[in-house]
């Protein structure tokens, strides 16, 4: 008889309701026997783990204790049973042995945040390639692999090295991702690597929490209905615990949190300004630019465009940090996609305030009260063909709000401080209209 997999907890809130604060309080009181791995975005997410939980002795690994390597100082680590706060980039790097002693070590892990679980995969490590370049050379070795015997790949995608077929040392690297059975190739196109998922099964950790909101829509939600990993949601409120404001977080089912989140959201609808000027917002609004090219300002929209087109994005953002935000920098803070940056970017419009579309678990921007968000977010969609290979489907605009919200929560909104955002992609406007509307 198969035993039935143990489910994993997602603490499922909204950014600034205590999910963190509660989860630390819950290691405090734990049986010091059950060991913690803490896995956060940031360093400095790290050292506040030690330090909220003195009596754990969290430690962080390093590469000085690692004679040059985190991943071994690790080794060292789990092989003593300590308890462990470490970065999402170096848990994504466990190999099997680090997988073995977890498994002995009686451990629980913590995300705090979801995983880039399902990624690009990029065999060349040339920086002087780009995206499109990548993608088109590993497409062709795929097929010369195919066509040589070294490789099969099965209906989901996922890729086999052949038996006895010894590799070039081209392709060791990508031989050893295939052989711990992490590499899938979409649509005879893309190349992806995918987070080992045996690490959530039932033999690994003793529970598992994940801290983050909205998880259904995010990718890791839909990896897991991939391999066919249950997980159930609860959730964290936060209530003044006193005049002194001492706050009280308190762990509750789905449904009780819901009741908070809807008033939450009731709040925050006087907090949030959003920027109506038919002008500025015509960038992003088909009836006025009517180009053919797809979603306006989505990434294919933004890799078509003229740089005349790309100055007219410049020139609307601008105008949004002059007139509502009266010049005042250090109040702004912005985002595009990434490949583009350097045709947005301007003097005002500066790199030192722009914050990453993808930017989550950090309180670095929670003083900013003026926000451009120029994107339009849309799933890969290779990566879509890939999920639908096991009729796994995601919804494209409850994913783009799940991130967008993700972003403009790093802003002083989650102090309960109002703020000015542009959003000049209609789309990705009312999608955040209709959740402050409790239409989502």
């Given at each position: 008889?198969?035993?039935?997999?143990?489910?994993?907890?997602?603490?499922?809130?909204?950014?600034?309701?205590?999910?963190?604060?509660?989860?630390?309080?819950?290691?405090?009181?734990?049986?010091?026997?059950?060991?913690?791995?803490?896995?956060?975005?940031?360093?400095?997410?790290?050292?506040?783990?030690?330090?909220?939980?003195?009596?754990?002795?969290?430690?962080?690994?390093?590469?000085?204790?690692?004679?040059?390597?985190?991943?071994?100082?690790?080794?060292?680590?789990?092989?003593n049973r300590e308890n462990i706060a470490a970065t999402?980039?170096l848990f994504s790097n466990i190999d099997d042995e680090?997988?073995?002693?977890?498994?002995?070590?009686?451990?629980?892990?913590?995300?705090?945040?979801?995983?880039?679980?399902?990624?690009?995969?990029?065999?060349?490590?040339?920086?002087?390639?780009?995206?499109?370049?990548?993608?088109?050379?590993?497409?062709?070795?795929?097929?010369?692999?195919?066509?040589?015997?070294?490789?099969?790949?099965?209906?989901?995608?996922?890729?086999?090295?052949?038996?006895?077929?010894?590799?070039?040392?081209?392709?060791?690297?990508?031989?050893?991702?295939?052989?711990?059975?992490?590499?899938?190739?979409?649509?005879?196109?893309?190349?992806?690597?995918?987070?080992?998922?045996?690490?959530?099964?039932?033999?690994?950790?003793?529970?598992?929490?994940?801290?983050?909101?909205?998880?259904?829509?995010?990718?890791?939600?839909?990896?897991?209905?991939?391999?066919?990993?249950?997980?159930?949601?609860?959730?964290?409120?936060?209530?003044?615990?006193?005049?002194?404001?001492?706050?009280?977080?308190?762990?509750?089912?789905?449904?009780?949190?819901?009741?908070?989140?809807?008033?939450?959201?009731?709040?925050?609808?006087?907090?949030?300004?959003?920027?109506?000027?038919?002008?500025?917002?015509?960038?992003?609004?088909?009836?006025?630019?009517?180009?053919?090219?797809?979603?306006?300002?989505?990434?294919?929209?933004?890799?078509?465009?003229?740089?005349?087109?790309?100055?007219?994005?410049?020139?609307?953002?601008?105008?949004?940090?002059?007139?509502?935000?009266?010049?005042?920098?250090?109040?702004?803070?912005?985002?595009?996609?990434?490949?583009?940056?350097?045709?947005?970017?301007?003097?005002?419009?500066?790199?030192?305030?722009?914050?990453?579309?993808?930017?989550?678990?950090?309180?670095?921007?929670?003083?900013?009260?003026?926000?451009?968000?120029?994107?339009?977010?849309?799933?890969?969609?290779?990566?879509?063909?890939?999920?639908?290979?096991?009729?796994?489907?995601?919804?494209?605009?409850?994913?783009?709000?799940?991130?967008?919200?993700?972003?403009?929560?790093?802003?002083?909104?989650?102090?309960?401080?109002?703020?000015?955002?542009?959003?000049?992609?209609?789309?990705?406007?009312?999608?955040?209209?209709?959740?402050?509307?409790?239409?989502?």
């Amino acid at each position: 008889m198969t035993k039935k997999m143990k489910k994993v907890k997602v603490i499922d809130s909204m950014p600034s309701t205590g999910k963190t604060c509660w989860m630390l309080d819950h290691i405090n009181e734990m049986d010091s026997d059950i060991k913690v791995i803490f896995i956060t975005p940031f360093i400095s997410e790290t050292e506040r783990v030690k330090e909220a939980c003195k009596q754990r002795r969290f430690k962080l690994p390093n590469t000085r204790s690692g004679r040059g390597s985190k991943l071994r100082n690790l080794k060292d680590l789990l092989r003593n049973r300590e308890n462990i706060a470490a970065t999402h980039a170096l848990f994504s790097n466990i190999d099997d042995e680090v997988i073995q002693l977890i498994s002995d070590g009686n451990y629980m892990l913590v995300l705090d945040e979801v995983m880039n679980v399902i990624t690009s995969l990029d065999i060349y490590k040339d920086d002087k390639l780009d995206n499109e370049t990548t993608e088109r050379i590993a497409a062709k070795d795929m097929k010369l692999l195919l066509e040589n015997g070294n490789i099969s790949i099965d209906a989901n995608c996922k890729v086999y090295w052949i038996e006895g077929k010894e590799p070039l040392w081209y392709y060791r690297t990508l031989k050893d991702y295939i052989d711990r059975e992490q590499v899938y190739f979409a649509s005879d196109t893309y190349l992806f690597w995918v987070f080992p998922h045996e690490i959530f099964g039932n033999k690994i950790f003793k529970e598992i929490y994940i801290l983050t909101y909205q998880f259904d829509y995010q990718i890791q939600s839909s990896y897991f209905k991939f391999f066919d990993i249950p997980y159930e949601k609860f959730g964290v409120t936060k209530t003044r615990k006193d005049r002194r404001c001492n706050w009280e977080f308190t762990f509750v089912s789905y449904a009780d949190y819901l009741e908070y989140d809807f008033a939450k959201r009731k709040e925050m609808k006087e907090l949030i300004n959003i920027c109506d000027s038919e002008r500025l917002n015509e960038i992003g609004t088909r009836d006025k630019l009517n180009n053919g090219k797809g979603e306006l300002l989505s990434k294919s929209d933004y890799d078509t465009r003229t740089p005349e087109e790309l100055k007219d994005v410049q020139r609307k953002a601008i105008s949004f940090f002059a007139r509502h935000l009266g010049n005042k920098s250090s109040a702004m803070m912005w985002t595009v996609f990434k490949a583009h940056l350097p045709s947005i970017t301007d003097k005002r419009l500066s790199k030192k305030h722009f914050v990453a579309l993808n930017a989550r678990a950090t309180n670095e921007y929670r003083d900013k009260s003026g926000l451009i968000y120029l994107v339009n977010r849309f799933v890969n969609p290779f990566m879509n063909n890939l999920l639908l290979k096991r009729d796994v489907r995601i919804d494209q605009d409850m994913y783009a709000l799940a991130e967008m919200l993700q972003w403009i929560f790093r802003s002083r909104l989650r102090n309960d401080e109002p703020i000015d955002i542009f959003i000049p992609s209609k789309r990705m406007r009312n999608l955040l209209i209709k959740w402050l509307e409790l239409e989502y």
